[in-house]
Each structure stands twice: as structure tokens, then as C-alpha cells.
């Protein structure tokens, strides 16, 4: 667990950030590193400033900054250089809206993530994993990521779609795997106007995202007219109602499923495909973990309930969204004149934050670059602002129980019935991404004897 807040300093310090070139000001450092530029700003102080060419961001370093800037959300609204590229595909979801429109969808959609929903999401988590899963076989390679990410989207539209006979096969995957990329691109390089330059990977993102609006609006369509509540996220978000007694429009839904797409597929995938990755390096937690599921499981798959008696298999999870946090840097942005570590910040001021930064901050986390499931064997909780995989305050994200029972399950199915070996060679490295995911890697399967 993290330890307290660090108390080495009697008041917070605001500071420049060095290095900045002519006109380009940190840009061609953060493109080169990404994490490690971001990460090493916490060195400098505990607000950043820092200029992406001609845009300029301040970056909070201390998780006690950071907790006011994600409890304040009236002061430090959703928006900034981040925030806005992601609103081209998730126009103003739950993840993208601002303060004055989350309260209302907040309430609305909380009902589809009560904890008396989960097992039922859950049994159809189960089954998806199974059948995604079943064609594998003996030495088999293959891509990690790839798998991962086929995985996490049938699991995530079965959970949505439920009514769909093959819901894991329709073609979001395809469409959300390019629309994934060119929110990446878009927030990796926030520059105005490159965005709308017809280059392939421009002409791609646009016909990806009008073909998944094509497609919900259908099954939108289709839910509709068949007026059926299938127990699924969809029929939860056509039945929704605000305090006036009015639904979700078609707009409004589309995205919502958008959101819960992306956020869940990202989110699973590359935590699966950074635990793989974690255990091979760490054998003897691999082999604590086989011992764990091999009792509770033995060969069958992973159920809801079983997950009260799976606590190393949820521990490597937390550890493992620690060290890889997939939403890694954020924005928020000012509504109101303020200050924040001593420094009069205007209206409109962008700021970000960095789950991964305050993750690998070693006066929170000793030894922060070791894979440590065990770190998290006490009950206490994180001090917010410390551990961030799923944010904080009002904003925290709605479904992080169920992302987290998806990635538990997934883990102690497969990790149950197989070892994955990584392919020697060049080490697995983090895409230049906005959400941490790996770069592609195999592995050779291996069926375990229990």
C-alpha cells in the first residue's frame, strides 16, 4: 500500500519546467517519452508548467494537489487539450461531460452498476471468456494484445448487447480498434488543425466512427421496438430516467455505448496483457497464483463467487494497474479564476494529472518499479489521491467494479488452464498511446496439469 503523503516539504511549489525549445516549447520530449517525460516532472515540483507548441498545460505532481483538483470538479472541470479529443468519439458520455451534465447521467446510469447487478453481468463474463478462449491449444503463439483485445470486446458487448445472439462477434471490434487509434493519435498530438488533414490514419478514424454510430444506432433500434428488458447495460440505458422523468435520447445512448466500449475494452485488455507479461518476469507469484486457482478453480471457469476466495489473483490485478495504469494522463480544466499551489491559475487554464506519475512516486510506493502483488495485503486504503487506475470524487469511474471482476476472471480462467510464455527478444514496452497498452508481443501457450 501506499504510504502517507509525503511531508518533506513545508508548502507546495509551482515551477517552469526546463527544457523548453523555441516555438515547440516540451513537445518534442513528451512525443519521444511520453511516460518517462511525465513521470520525471514530479522531480521539478509539485505544479508543472509546460508548453505542447503553442498550448500551455500545467501538470499537478502531489497527490494532495491532485485530490483537490478531482473532489473540486465544479472548480476543475472536465475539458482541456485531453478531454477535448476524446469528446470527437465519446461526444459528452458520462467519461467526457462536464459538471453540470454528469450529476444527471450520473444518477441515471448508476442503477446498471450496483452491486446486485454484478453477478449477472458476471455469469455472462464467464461464459464469453470461455468461448473466446476455446480454440486455443497446445504450443499455439500468439499475439497477446490482439487476444487480450478480441477478449475484452466480446465480454464487453455481450454486456451490453446481451439480446444480440452473437454479440461477441459483432463488428465493433474492428470499428473500436481504429476509433482507439485515433483518439491515441489526436491526444498524443494535440496541435490544432492536424486532425483534419486527410492522411490515411484520418480517413480511417472517420469511417470507423461512422460505422459504430451506424451500428448502435440500430441496435438501438432494435432494443426499442422490441421493448424487452434483457437484464443488459443497453436495456438499463433505454430505461433510464432523470428526476423529471425523462430518458436518454438515441444521441445521448450512442455515447454512452461508446464509452462503455471503449473504456472497458482498453481498460481489460491491457491490464490482462501487462499481467501476463508481470508474471512471467515473477515466477514465484505465477506459481502462488496456479496454487491459489488450482484450489478454488480446479480447471473450471472463474464464477462471481469464486472471487471472495481469489485474494492474490485481485491483488496482482491492483498492483498490476498500479505499475501500468491505462488511463496513465488526464485533464481537467479551470471554470473560475483560482489557485492551486500558490499560483493564480485564470479561467480556462488546462491542467493534468498522471495516475502513473504519482504511481511510481517512490515516497509513496517503496521500491514503486517492482512488481509487488503483496504491497497491497493490508486493509487500509489508499490515501486519495495515491492510487488513481479508476480516479477519484464525483468522476470516479462508474464501472470499476466491474471492470475489475472482468479482469479478475479473465486472469484466473485462463491463468487456471494455461501458462503464457512471452516470445525472448526485445522487452515488452508501453505503446505511445493515450492509455498505457503494450506494444504487440507473443507468448506460447501451455496447457497446465493441475
Not at 91 to 99: D, I, Q, R, S, Y
Not at 191 to 207: K, Y
Not at 355 to 368: E, K, S
Request: proline letters at 9%.
Amino acid at each position: 500500500m501506499p504510504l502517507p503523503y509525503p511531508t518533506t516539504a513545508p508548502h507546495f511549489t509551482a515551477v517552469d519546467a526546463p527544457g523548453a525549445l523555441p516555438l515547440l516549447g516540451h513537445a518534442p520530449a513528451f512525443v519521444r517519452r511520453p511516460y518517462a517525460f511525465v513521470a520525471g516532472l514530479a522531480a521539478h515540483g509539485d505544479l508543472v508548467r509546460l508548453r505542447l507548441g503553442p498550448l500551455e498545460a500545467y501538470v499537478v505532481c502531489h497527490p494532495e494537489l491532485v485530490r483537490t483538483l478531482l473532489t473540486d470538479d465544479r472548480t476543475f472541470d472536465k475539458g482541456g487539450v485531453i478531454l477535448d479529443k476524446a469528446r470527437e468519439v465519446m461526444g459528452h458520455g458520462l467519461a467526457t461531460c462536464p459538471a453540470a451534465a454528469h450529476r444527471r447521467q450520473r444518477r441515471m446510469l448508476q442503477p446498471a452498476f450496483q452491486r446486485g447487478r454484478l453477478p449477472g453481468y458476471a455469469a455472462l463474463m464467464s461464459e464469453e471468456i470461455d468461448a473466446t478462449t476455446a480454440p486455443w491449444s497446445e504450443g499455439d503463439v500468439i499475439d497477446v494484445p490482439a487476444a487480450m483485445y478480441r477478449l475484452a470486446t466480446a465480454v464487453t458487448a455481450r454486456c451490453l448487447f446481451a439480446a444480440h445472439d452473437r454479440a461477441g462477434e459483432l463488428p465493433v471490434h474492428r470499428c473500436m480498434d481504429e476509433v482507439s487509434r485515433g483518439v491515441a493519435r489526436r491526444m498524443m498530438l494535440p496541435l490544432p488543425g492536424v486532425d483534419r488533414l486527410p492522411t490515411p490514419g484520418n480517413l480511417r478514424f472517420r469511417h470507423a466512427r461512422r460505422d459504430m454510430l451506424e451500428i448502435t444506432r440500430r441496435l438501438i433500434a432494435d432494443y426499442r421496438a422490441d421493448g424487452t428488458d434483457h437484464h443488459d447495460l443497453l436495456s438499463m440505458l433505454l430505461g433510464a430516467l432523470d428526476e423529471d422523468g425523462r430518458g436518454l435520447t438515441d444521441p445521448e445512448i450512442h455515447d454512452q455505448v461508446v464509452t462503455f466500449l471503449l473504456a472497458g475494452m482498453e481498460t481489460t485488455a491491457a491490464t490482462l496483457s501487462w499481467a501476463w507479461t508481470l508474471l512471467a518476469a515473477n515466477p514465484a507469484v505465477r506459481d502462488r497464483m496456479h496454487s491459489e486457482l488450482d484450489t478454488v478453480l480446479d480447471g473450471r471457469r472463474a464464477r462471481h463467487e469464486d472471487l471472495p476466495h481469489l485474494p492474490l489473483t485481485a491483488r496482482i490485478v491492483s498492483e498490476t494497474l498500479r505499475l501500468y495504469p491505462v488511463a496513465w494522463l488526464l485533464s481537467r480544466t479551470t471554470s473560475t479564476e483560482t489557485e492551486l499551489a500558490g499560483r493564480r491559475l485564470p479561467a480556462g487554464t488546462t491542467l493534468l494529472f498522471s495516475p502513473h506519475l504519482l504511481h511510481r512516486r517512490a515516497d509513496l510506493y517503496p521500491c514503486p518499479d517492482r512488481f509487488d502483488p503483496d504491497r497491497w495485503l493490508t486493509t487500509t486504503r489508499p490515501a486519495p489521491g495515491t492510487y488513481l487506475p479508476f480516479g477519484l470524487g464525483a468522476r470516479r469511474c462508474i464501472g470499476d467494479a466491474f471492470g475489475t471482476a472482468e479482469a479478475c476472471l479473465a486472469l484466473a480462467t485462463i491463468a487456471s488452464r494455461w501458462t503464457l510464455t512471452p516470445t525472448p527478444g526485445r522487452p515488452v514496452r508501453p505503446a505511445r498511446r493515450a492509455s498505457m497498452t503494450p506494444r504487440p508481443f507473443t507468448a506460447t501457450l501451455a496447457r497446465r496439469a493441475r
